[in-house]
């Protein structure tokens, strides 16, 4: 391999490439920077060229053995693979050893979504008309409304035509840069334009954001999952809920009434129709739901 230089030095000049040219997030970064310090002290003083399929598949064996979730170690993986795969071009290291190791299969978890009755009464309680509660009441009314992503949301600007209250839609680009145009139901047009009322005397000069903060400007996505989360206990939900669940809510509603998966797929944004797919299973745990207490011989006697 050329340049050799230890694997704490090549590590770091790969997380630099990775920063500067694909510009990804400081946690992913941080999450990559973890997977590589995890590879070396499992190398202990061996060198980069030594490793092999075998040995590969036996570290992955032990982190699972200390308990490292598949999910987890799938993002390991992608990680060590990535870097190989990087000192392969630019070290030219003779093969990437990773190339075809697979993390042991997870189960995929459902995504949780509440009922139709607990999203009426989130949304339905009353709260006084402040300027926060107003806020409040439009960010989570547009999340259910359209099912849109926290990131999306809080990405909205106020005066760029994407949000279109005439035409009942809403324009947003989400992951990959993709963009897509989803309708706004009228409680959320209505929630929306009793807030922009109220945000123009709100917003600090020149913002663009559609929802502000207390100090008018755009406000964070931590604090739209904690106004939520106060929300719903106030209304006495025992759920933890938090924003993107009124996504999964927006989901496997309107997959309930419709039955239209490819048009739930457009809606959310999802590059492949078998991520979309999961919300038939929470549609037909709600209708196993229905059989096991209507039907007469569902159950043993």
């Known amino acids: 391999m050329r340049g050799r230089g230890d694997g704490a030095t090549l590590a770091r000049e790969y997380l630099e490439a990775l920063k500067s040219q694909r510009r990804l997030s400081p946690a992913t970064l941080r999450n990559y920077a973890h ?52 000192l392969v071009r630019q070290h030219g290291l003779k093969a990437n050893p990773l190339v075809g190791l697979r993390a042991p299969k997870a189960k995929r978890a459902l995504p949780k979504a509440l009922s139709v009755d607990t999203a009426q009464r989130l949304l339905e309680g009353e709260e006084g008309a402040t300027a926060d509660t107003t806020r409040d009441r439009a960010m989570f009314e547009l999340l259910y409304s359209s099912g849109l992503r926290l990131g999306e949301l809080v990405a909205l600007n106020i005066d760029d035509g994407r949000l279109d209250l005439r035409q009942a839609e809403v324009t947003v680009t989400g992951k990959g840069s993709k963009t897509r145009t989803v309708p706004v139901g009228a409680r959320a047009r209505e929630a929306l334009k009793d807030w922009i009322e ?100 569902a159950k043993k006697k």
């Open 35 to 86: 997977a590589l310090k995890l590879l070396l002290s499992l190398l202990e003083q061996s060198d980069l060229q030594s490793l092999d399929a075998a040995q590969a598949r036996r570290f992955v064996g032990a982190l699972h053995g200390r308990g490292l979730s598949p999910r987890t170690l799938a993002l390991t993986l992608s990680a060590w693979r990535g870097w190989y795969h990087w």
């Open 198 to 297: 109220k945000r123009n005397g709100i917003a600090a000069p020149s913002e663009k954001a559609l929802f502000v903060g207390a100090r008018g400007r755009r406000i964070s996505p931590g604090v739209v999952g904690a106004r939520l989360a106060a929300w719903a206990r106030r209304r006495g939900l025992a759920e933890r809920v938090h924003p993107h669940m009124l996504r999964h809510s927006f989901a496997s509603h309107v997959l309930q009434s419709s039955q239209d998966l490819r048009a739930v797929q457009e809606m959310l944004g999802h590059a492949s129709i078998s991520t979309t797919q999961v919300y038939t299973h929470l549609d037909f745990q709600a209708l196993a739901k229905v059989y096991d207490a209507a039907h007469p011989r």
